[in-house]
């Protein structure tokens, strides 16, 4: 894996997400660039998940300690979990239900609608 220093903090090479790129182009070849987006996509598919996760432990947490799920992803001023965590990594905010009518109640509901309309909960998939 390639890390680029930007001046700032380093930042992925495309070229590491790709299988064929070659190790001497820093480029990624046109035809490369399907997989290329893929592979980004699915990248931020798996962080979506474990930030569900996150979340979820978090106000589990909460609920633990205040015998109660908050009212937002923010309790008064502060997040209940880091502030990097409430956004999905294609920008938009995480929501939760704490009803949880997709785990039967027996936790709060968090997910996030992808870009292409798919969401991304906690819930068990249906079969």
């Known amino acids: 894996m390639r890390l680029i220093s930007l001046g700032g903090p380093a930042v992925l090479s495309l ?7 070659g190790q001497a182009s820093p480029t990624t070849a046109p035809q490369e660039l399907p997989e290329v987006l893929k592979k980004l996509d699915e990248a931020k598919r798996a962080q979506a998940q474990v930030d569900v996760r996150a979340l979820t432990q978090a106000l589990q947490a909460f609920n633990l300690h205040h015998s109660r799920y908050p009212e937002s992803l923010v309790d008064g001023t502060k997040p209940i979990i880091e502030a990097d965590k409430l956004i999905a990594p294609w920008k938009a905010r995480y929501q939760f239900d704490p009803a949880g009518p997709k785990n039967k109640g027996e936790r709060p509901d968090v997910w996030t609608t992808a870009p292409d309309g798919s969401v991304i909960g906690n819930w068990p998939e249906k079969k």
């Open 15 to 21: 070229c590491a997400l790709t299988t064929g790129c």
